[in-house]
């Protein structure tokens, strides 16, 4: 054949991009089908090994972070202090995990010459146990987050949290 016709070529261009097509959709078909074929019915659970998940064995580890002066480990282990906290809708535990961000300013506040953002987060704790306290009609939890306001510096919050009744 000496004369090529011009749907001669657009065909080889066609099926190039035919078999594109056909080798990319396998790909992802492979792709998805891996995702989704699960043989058993049971949920994935994460292994955490000797970790301590409860809210004191979370505040125990901020504390060993704090001695040894390890910033970044404290502010790890206060996270997830403060999200068991949240799980547990007490105003005690909120109170707990506030007082644990101000103590990690105070010893990241020494190497950088000033408080942290963890005062910021310490006072959303402290705003929270109040909502807390409130809802549970615990007027010692309200004078608990008044005290911690107080602490923080905060005396409007201090004086808000006690009108409280």
């Not at 010459?113 to 409130?134: M, N, V």
Request: hydrophobic share 50%.
């Amino acid at each position: 054949m000496l004369h090529e016709s011009p749907m001669m070529r657009g065909g080889l261009r066609g099926w190039a991009a035919l078999t594109l097509v056909v080798v990319g959709g396998m790909a992802l078909g492979t792709l998805a089908g891996a995702r989704v074929s699960v043989t058993s019915f049971e949920r994935p659970r994460l292994v955490r090994g000797e970790r301590d998940v409860s809210l004191a064995g979370r505040l125990a580890a901020v504390d060993a972070a704090i001695a040894l002066n390890e910033r970044s480990r404290a502010i790890y282990e206060w996270r997830d202090a403060y999200s068991l906290a949240l799980g547990t809708r007490s105003w005690d535990a909120m109170i707990a995990v506030g007082d644990a961000a101000l103590r990690i300013d105070v010893m990241a506040g020494r190497s950088t010459g000033g408080p942290t953002g963890l005062r910021a987060e310490a006072r959303q704790a402290y705003l929270l146990a109040l909502f807390r306290a409130r809802d549970a009609r615990a007027p010692e939890g309200i004078a608990r987050v008044a005290e911690a306001f107080t602490a923080l510096g905060d005396a409007e919050m201090a004086a808000r949290a006690r009108a409280i009744r």
